[in-house]
């Protein structure tokens, strides 16, 4: 073999070898960042998702601090028991003297939404794990078409969210 052609096959090994590098690296960073996404949504839209045989009713809220909003618990499924005093996270989709849909963490006094609204504002970091991940698939993977789809599906359910709660 010419010298030559050694030196261009081996430049072109190794530029193989750097971009299944970077290929792998990047699905790695992709998958670790949706998953992450799941994860964090998970624990809230479990207790909303699989809410059958979990206690259900209404909070109206009375007080809200800094992190959290204190109400009375009205049951609305069989066995449900009332309460005086439930806690539920304090964020822009609860307001004081408003009355909202919610299932009881089992175990506890603590309470997410529940419906449509519950749903979706669950979901919300999932929704910002796709938009971060669109970047790492377009810039990282070179797959523009599938970037844009994941920044799609994460802004249709941002704006989903945005609109219901």
Do not use: N
Not at 59 to 65: G, P, Q, T, Y
Not at 89 to 104: C, L
Not at 141 to 156: C, E, Q
Request: net charge positive; aromatic share 6%; proline share 4%.
């Amino acid at each position: 073999m010419i010298p030559a052609m050694r030196a261009v096959t081996s430049r072109q090994s190794a530029y193989t070898a750097l971009r299944l590098g970077q290929l792998a690296a990047m699905g790695v960073v992709t998958g670790l960042i949706l998953i992450a996404g799941v994860w964090a949504s998970w624990g809230t839209a479990q207790h909303v998702m699989l809410s059958k045989g979990r206690e259900q009713g209404t909070i109206a809220v009375r007080s809200c601090s800094e992190d959290v909003c204190t109400g009375s618990y009205t049951p609305v499924s069989p066995g449900s028991r009332a309460r005086s005093h439930v806690v539920i996270d304090q964020s822009v989709a609860v307001e004081k003297g408003r009355t909202y849909t919610v299932t009881v963490k089992p175990g506890s006094d603590e309470v997410v939404r529940s419906g449509p609204a519950g749903l979706l504002y669950a979901w919300i970091p999932l929704a910002g794990a796709l938009l971060l991940a669109s970047v790492v698939v377009a810039g990282g993977l070179r797959l523009t078409r599938t970037a844009w789809v994941m920044a799609g599906t994460g802004i249709a359910l941002l704006t989903a969210t945005f609109l219901v709660v």
